[in-house]
């Protein structure tokens, strides 16, 4: 049968077609062993002596004559014996993927004069020469292959196997259904990177169900709560078959709800601060119109931030939050955020805000600014070469010597400076001396313009280490501005968070709830499973909760996060960095060691924060 005829091996797998042939060589070894390479398919002439007038195997057409009266030739389906599939010719042609021609030839040539011998015994029998003219040249070159076939021992016919067995296994290894479970790569991320701003609420979706979230036992709420308070952690098997029957899981989940704040109040939400005047209206304030009430407020307020500087200092607390009704501080504890010292960022504020911080004596960075002018300085040096270097270094010089019977010296330098960076466009129309500069008023006066434009800007966070954090606490303590005057946060102290108990606060837990929702995904609907959490939650918060989801989700979830928008520069990196020996002892932090792990990186956010989470197969990816 020719190729052209329809007949193709590629009906089944490589992997069967070789068990096959073997089993057929096997049962056959005698027939392939016959020198005289006739057998049941050595001629067309003694398929009549074959039952129904059937003739055994042979690749090419039924030699029967007796229904032949019609024009046509009745052939056998190829496909109803296994023997109908080897071919030596197409062996080649399908199985070398080189698609080596040559070797094929070598093939026929090999076979050339035994076949003819073969065709010109068979054309001598008669009522045969008739349907011999009709073969084509390629079945004529099959069926000289096949008569070569019979010659072969069974030894050699294996080997030919063999050689076949190599040459699929070739490209069957390139396919990616080839490729075992067990060399399948890691998850490309198994962690997403620390945010350390606030966030008011988290929206996590899954195809499996979070309905173990809710409505925990009671006995399950005490455990979770006790253990949050004694810094105990149950260890959680990877994957969890079924959640909502887990005891330890809906234990811990409650345990990564708590959080410690002051002061409370029951009847009003106290975070955010931050333009929340409609969460404080028509609400009851006592304490607006009553003076000893603020004192007593602010005195309370007081012994609680101190408490918690002491036990950030001796390492027993992470981090805390002060959420004030114009800025908010994060104080971080050393070896976190990738800082060896404690730290302390600031956001948003103002220039009078800066100035106290001044003339308290505290030192403080802008890093957001210092990085801007780092990088324009780094531009300015690539862009500005040649010609105009040397055009600067001369008006440097003679504006000097202008203004060196006026000024001193030590300040004639940094003057000039200023007004040559200003006024470069003069320079390069050639008319800086016709025109008359600003007097030192004015440049001072833009300078202060420059510095009040950064105000309630991300830019104008504020980086204070080392001991100058103490020396901020207590500026807080006595900073009459803290608390507002007027409104309707007058006379409220900031808000503390803490993801560890201090003197004067009291416990809460996030709100979670859980909904079953169907979500359209192209022309159909799939159930997908909420979970949704509200509150003021902290970035060791957030860690455990997505940590507990990764287990009882099965590696699959997803989350959209809500940031408090003035806490998200709080992933600005600060410029004391930890050195290869500075390591510390964390262990006293009452968190997660994993937790404790993430937050010692430096955050790579810069002055943006995490909005989108996405687990897949393990494996995070993140937008920001």
Known sequence: MSQQAGYSPNFKRPAEIMRMRRKRARSEAGVFASPSGHGPTGSPGSSDSSPGCVRPFSPGPLFNTQNRSGGGVKRRNPFANIENTYSPKKKLLIYNDDGDAEAAAQTDKSTEKEGEEDVSTKTEAPGVLPFSSRLTEVEKQERQSISNKKCLTFSEDDSLFEEEEEDVKSPLLKSPQAIAPASIAPPVCTEYPADWSLKTRLLFTS???LSWAEHPKAQEQALGLSQHCRAQFSPLPHILQDPKSCSELRCAFQQSLAYWQHPSLPWISLFPRINAERSFTGKSTPWAQDTTLQ????SEWSVSVSSLYSLLKARLCPYFYVCSYQFTVLFRAAGLGG????????????RGLREAMKAEGIEFSLPLVEER????????????????EEQKENAQESSELKAGEDCQAGDEGENDDDEDGSFSWLKEM????????PDNILIQLRKEGNAVSLDHKPESVVCVEGSHTFTLINFLINCKSLVAAAGSQAGLPPTLLA???????????LKARSVNVKSQVGSTYQNISSLEISGPILPSSLHTVTTLLRSAQKGNFSGTLYT???TAVMNTPTTKEQGPGGSVDLSGFGLQPASIQQLQQPSSLGKTALTHINMNNYSYTWKN
């Open 207 to 209: 195809p499996l169900t």
């Open 295 to 298: 004192q007593s407020l602010m």
């Open 339 to 350: 800082s060896s010292s404690i730290s302390a960022l600031i956001s948003p504020t103002t």
């Open 373 to 388: 002018r780092k990088s324009r300085e780094q531009h300015n040096l690539t862009a500005h070469q040649g010609e105009e």
């Open 430 to 437: 050639g008319v800086q001396d016709k025109i008359k500069k």
């Open 499 to 509: 993801p560890v108990a201090f003197r004067g606060a009291t416990m809460h837990t």
């Open 564 to 566: 408090h928008t003035p």
